[in-house]
């Protein structure tokens, strides 16, 4: 419960700064994968403040606008996160990277009546640059 509250007072803190780089936060997501608990209950409660934070995240850069490269170490760890043993862990990374990949995607889906196209590839270039740092980094 101390990591929820931990968060959302984090969460406040960047509603109210407006912040437009996320890659300070990304650093700490990528140094807590790569510590990942050994035990898999530590190791799931952890994932989900993960969950939360890479939302969060998102939140303050579709409120901002800002664009964001999806960083390699954090890509790392997801990628061992999503190869976990556990499969709920497993399952935690695979939502930890589809949030961070596809922020827009929940929005576009709840504004689709009053969607333009203008939107729409508004929100296809904000996932080109996630897709070119995966697609860099794998090949």
Same mark, same amino acid.
């Given at each position: 419960?101390?990591? &929820?509250?931990?968060?959302?007072?984090?969460?406040?803190?960047?509603?109210?700064?407006?912040?437009?780089?996320?890659?300070?936060?990304?650093? =700490?997501?990528?140094?807590?994968?790569?510590?990942?608990?050994?035990?898999?209950?530590?190791?799931?409660?952890?994932?989900?403040?993960?969950?939360?934070?890479?939302?969060? &995240?998102? =939140?303050?850069?579709?409120?901002?606008?800002?664009?964001?490269?999806?960083?390699?170490?954090?890509?790392?760890?997801?990628?061992?996160?999503?190869?976990?043993?556990?499969?709920?862990?497993?399952?935690?990374?695979?939502?930890?990277?589809? =949030?961070?990949? &596809?922020?827009?995607?929940?929005? =576009?889906?709840?504004?689709?009546?009053?969607?333009?196209?203008?939107?729409?590839?508004?929100?296809?270039?904000?996932?080109?640059?996630?897709?070119?740092?995966?697609?860099?980094?794998?090949?």
């Amino acid at each position: 419960m101390k990591k &929820i509250s931990h968060l959302e007072e984090e969460n406040e803190r960047l509603r109210r700064q407006k912040i437009l780089d996320a890659c300070s936060l990304f650093d =700490v997501m990528s140094t807590t994968l790569e510590k990942l608990p050994p035990s898999s209950i530590a190791a799931r409660e952890t994932t989900g403040s993960m969950i939360i934070l890479a939302n969060m &995240i998102v =939140v303050a850069s579709v409120s901002s606008n800002s664009q964001q490269v999806f960083p390699d170490d954090l890509l790392l760890e997801l990628l061992k996160l999503m190869l976990h043993l556990d499969v709920e862990i497993r399952f935690s990374g695979h939502q930890i990277f589809f =949030v961070l990949l &596809i922020p827009n995607s929940n929005h =576009v889906r709840r504004d689709t009546d009053a969607s333009t196209s203008n939107q729409t590839i508004r929100w296809s270039s904000d996932t080109a640059y996630v897709f070119a740092s995966v697609t860099s980094f794998l090949g």
